[in-house]
C-alpha cells in the first residue's frame, strides 16, 4: 500500500482510538498494534492456565468441603479465563495451537508471580488475595482497552477476579484471627508472596519498553508504576485488618504524595524468573507439556467421532 494511504489509515485509526472508539477484529490496524495485543492477551492467556497450577496443587488437601468446593470453582474459573483470552487473541490471526506450542517450548511469557511455590494452605489465602487484588488493579483498566474484544472479556473476567480476590482474603483473614501456628503460617506466606506480587505489575516506568505505544492506543490505561502504588495503598491497609505485617522495612505513610513510600524491588530476581530460573518454571511449563500429551487422545477421539458424524450426515 502507498506511504500515504497507510498515513492515512494510521491518522484515522488514532482518532478512533482517541474518541474512545472500540477498535474491533475487522476494522484497520497497524500492524504493531495486532503484534502488541496478541502479545499481551497471549501472554495473559498462559498465566491465567498456568495459573491454575500453583492451586491445583491444594485442591485435594483444602481442608474442608466448603473450602474445597471453592478452590475448584476459582480453578475452573481460571480455565474459563484462559480460554476466553486465547478466543481474543484468534480474532486478531492467532493460531491457537502455536500459541500454545510457544509456551511450551518457553519462547512465550506469563506472569512470574506463577514460578513460586505454593508451600502451606495459607498460600491459597494470600494467592487470592495479593495475586488476584493485583490482578483486578492490573485488569479493571483494561475493560476500557481500546481493543473491543479483549476490553469485553476483561469485564467478565474482573467480575470473577474480585469473588477470588475476597475468598482469598477471607482466608487470610480467618487464619490470621486464629491460633498463632495459623497466624504465623499467614504471616510466612506474605513473606514469601509479598514482593513478587508486586513485581507482577512489570518494570519500572522508566524500563517498560512497551508503555509508551500501549499507553498511546490506550491498551494499557495506566503505567506500571502507577498501578503498583495504588496496589500498595489498598493493601496496606488490608493488612492492618487483619493484623499482619508487610515485610519491608520502608514502608511509610508519604503526607505530601498522599501515598505509601515502599522499599526497593530486586528487579534482578524478576528478570531471574522471566527469563525462566525461577523456583518452578521448569514444572511449570513441564506439567502444561505433559496435560497436552496426555489429552492427545481425548482431541484424536473426538476429531475421529466429528469424521464419523459428517460422513453420517453426508
Ligand atoms: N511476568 O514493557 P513492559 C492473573 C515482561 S493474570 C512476566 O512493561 P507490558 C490471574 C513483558 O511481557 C496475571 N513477564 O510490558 C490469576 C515484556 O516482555 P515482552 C497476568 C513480565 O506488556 C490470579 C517485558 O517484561 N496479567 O494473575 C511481567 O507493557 C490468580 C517488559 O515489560 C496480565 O497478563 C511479569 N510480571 O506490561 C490467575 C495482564 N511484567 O513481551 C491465577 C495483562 C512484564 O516485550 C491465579 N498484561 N513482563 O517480551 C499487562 O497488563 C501487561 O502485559 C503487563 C506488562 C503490565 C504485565
Known amino acids: 500500500m502507498e ?9 484515522r485509526f488514532q482518532e478512533k482510538i482517541d474518541k474512545e472508539i472500540k477498535i474491533e477484529p475487522n476494522d484497520w490496524m497497524p500492524e504493531n498494534y495486532r503484534k502488541t495485543l496478541i502479545r499481551q492477551i497471549s501472554q495473559h492467556a498462559h498465566s491465567e492456565i498456568v495459573g491454575m497450577l500453583p492451586e491445583g496443587n491444594w485442591i485435594t488437601r483444602a481442608p474442608n468441603l466448603r473450602r474445597k468446593a471453592v478452590l475448584l470453582a476459582k480453578v475452573q474459573d481460571e480455565a474459563g479465563h484462559g480460554l476466553y483470552l486465547y478466543s481474543a487473541a484468534e480474532t486478531l490471526g492467532a493460531d491457537r495451537e502455536e ?15 506463577f514460578n513460586y511455590p505454593t508451600l502451606t494452605w495459607a498460600d491459597m489465602g494470600t494467592i487470592g488475595w495479593l495475586v488476584d487484588g493485583a490482578a483486578i488493579m492490573n485488569q479493571v483498566p483494561l475493560c476500557r482497552c481500546s481493543y473491543g474484544p479483549y476490553a469485553r472479556a476483561m469485564v467478565r473476567v474482573c467480575k470473577e477476579e474480585s469473588f477470588h480476590q475476597r ?19 499467614a504471616q510466612d506466606s506474605l ?11 512489570g518494570p519500572n516506568d522508566d524500563s517498560s519498553p512497551n508503555s ?6 490506550k491498551i494499557k ?14 493493601t496496606v491497609k ?17 503526607e505530601e504524595r498522599q501515598s505509601y513510600d515502599f522499599g526497593e524491588i530486586d528487579w534482578s530476581e524478576f528478570y531471574e524468573v ?5 523456583p518452578c518454571n521448569k514444572d511449570r511449563v513441564d506439567a502444561r507439556r505433559k496435560a497436552k500429551e496426555d489429552g492427545a487422545w481425548v482431541r484424536e477421539a473426538a476429531m475421529a467421532h466429528a469424521e464419523k458424524r459428517k460422513l453420517k450426515t453426508a
Open 3 to 11: 506511504e500515504k494511504n497507510i498515513l492515512e489509515l494510521e491518522r
Open 99 to 113: 500459541t500454545i506450542d510457544d509456551l511450551h517450548s518457553g519462547k512465550a511469557k506469563y506472569s512470574s508471580i
Open 167 to 185: 475468598q482469598g482474603f477471607e482466608i487470610v483473614a480467618k487464619l490470621a484471627n486464629g491460633t498463632p501456628e495459623q497466624k504465623a503460617m
Open 191 to 201: 513473606n514469601r508472596f509479598w514482593w513478587p506480587a508486586l513485581m507482577m505489575f
Open 212 to 217: 509508551a505505544l500501549s499507553l498511546k492506543w
Open 221 to 234: 490505561r495506566s503505567t506500571n508504576d502507577e498501578l503498583r502504588q495504588t496496589f500498595i495503598d489498598v
Open 238 to 254: 488490608q493488612a492492618e485488618m487483619v493484623g499482619l505485617t508487610l515485610p519491608d522495612k520502608d514502608l511509610k505513610w508519604n
Open 274 to 278: 522471566v527469563k525462566g530460573n525461577g
